[in-house]
């Protein structure tokens, strides 16, 4: 069982380079997320997809872009990192409204 | 808009104690409740739900949860807190309805657990 795969796990970028984040889920689920984890943020959204070939923005979408490429994967993608995208992220996903979200391992990304 | 509330960034209890973590929730509609545990470096993986039905939850690992309408509370109980039990812990809702059902987020409570 795979459910929800992010790559990759650990990544150190310079403060103007860009990097795309990978998710795949192989639940045949519609919704996909994506959050920020900070100390004391809790998770905070940044994009989401309700399904495939629609996106909208979250709480925190500055700075971030996503692409629905097809109902398994979904991928977010810093332009210009910065020092304030240091974060960990989380790619999520479920099947329809009353259900959980399942969570990929987390991407603990570092910009300098 | 919803919101969660989780009183208390880090709670301690000793081992073979009461576990008690507190979530209330800020909805027009009560909305679909979760409560997810999260171990260092991993992922979110869900530890129990209400959607409709019985309002006492039971979840994995021995805990449990109550829907309480009234309150506008989920608050996350366990009798006997074991050592393993340590981590984070995040109250969710989801709206029922009228929505495109995003799960909302508390802020998480660190469960600190005492030999």
């Known amino acids: 069982n795979a459910g929800v795969t992010q790559t990759p796990k650990f990544q150190v970028l310079k403060t103007g380079q860009s990097m795309t984040l990978q998710c795949a889920q192989d639940?045949?689920?519609?919704?996909m997320y994506w959050y920020r984890q900070d100390p004391g943020m809790g998770l905070r959204l940044i994009y989401y997809?309700?399904?495939?070939?629609?996106?909208d923005k979250g709480e925190v979408p500055n700075g971030y872009n996503v692409s629905r490429l097809n109902k398994r994967e979904f991928s977010l993608r810093l332009e210009s990192a910065a020092p304030s995208q240091t974060s960990v992220y989380f790619c999520?996903?479920?099947?329809?409204?009353?259900?959980?979200?399942?969570f990929g391992q987390g991407t603990r990304l570092t910009v300098v | 808009a919803q919101s969660v509330t989780q009183l208390g960034s880090h709670v301690s209890v000793s081992e073979g104690a009461l576990v008690l973590l507190r979530c209330n929730y800020s909805?027009?509609?009560?909305?679909?409740l979760f409560w997810y545990v999260q171990y260092p470096n991993q992922g979110l993986q869900l530890l129990l739900k209400?959607?409709?039905?019985?309002?006492l939850v039971k979840g994995i690992n021995g805990f449990e949860a109550e829907f309480k309408k009234s309150e506008t509370s989920f608050h996350l109980t366990k009798p006997s807190a074991h050592m393993s039990d340590a981590a984070e812990y995040f109250c969710?809702?989801?709206?029922?309805?009228?929505?495109?059902?995003?799960?909302?987020f508390g802020r998480g409570t660190s469960l600190i657990v005492h030999p």
């Open positions: 999520a996903s479920s099947a329809d409204q009353n259900t959980e979200a399942f």
């Open positions: 639940m045949n689920h519609n919704s």
């Open positions: 997809s309700a399904s495939e070939g629609t996106t």
């Open positions: 909805s027009s509609v009560p909305p679909y």
């Open positions: 209400y959607t409709t039905g019985a309002t």
């Open positions: 969710a809702v989801k709206p029922q309805s009228g929505g495109s059902y995003i799960p909302t």
